[in-house]
């Protein structure tokens, strides 16, 4: 069990299950699974500590797919207009309206230009895409 996030007393396993089960009740596609599949395997994050839900907002459920995958690309460099696109089409794909998706997209990007986007400046940061996020281009 994780020490530290919103899922601390839950098994990996249970939370990656809920994940797997919320995209089948969506019929996601591949590419979301994908996804998926490469957030909880990759070795750059530990998504039981460093998944947060999402920020400033209630979670629609939990764990909740879009900023499961959202955190996952922003915590390991991948952050950035492509996230942030992939962020709004899942939360429409996963039953969220399009205008309450489009004011989410729009807080994400105000965090991107007022803080991160100079936070990665300044470290000289470059933002790597696997080939399931340009895939969903």
């Not at 591949?30 to 490469?38: F, I, N, T």
């Not at 907002?57 to 991948?78: K, S």
């Amino acid at each position: 069990m994780a020490k530290d996030g919103i899922y601390r007393d839950f098994k990996k396993e249970d939370v990656e299950t809920a994940l797997i089960k919320a995209c089948d009740r969506v019929g996601a596609p591949k590419y979301v699974l994908k996804m998926l599949e490469d957030a909880i395997n990759d070795p750059l994050w530990n998504h039981m500590k460093d998944y947060n839900g999402c920020t400033l907002v209630e979670d629609p459920t939990h764990p909740y797919v879009p900023c499961f995958l959202h955190d996952w690309m922003w915590r390991t460099g991948r952050g950035g207009l492509e996230a942030d696109n992939i962020f709004y089409h899942t939360q429409v794909l996963f039953g969220m309206p399009k205008k309450m998706a489009r004011r989410r997209y729009y807080g994400v990007r105000i965090g991107w230009f007022t803080f991160f986007k100079w936070k990665y400046v300044r470290i000289g940061l470059k933002t790597p895409h696997t080939e399931s996020i340009k895939e969903f281009f």
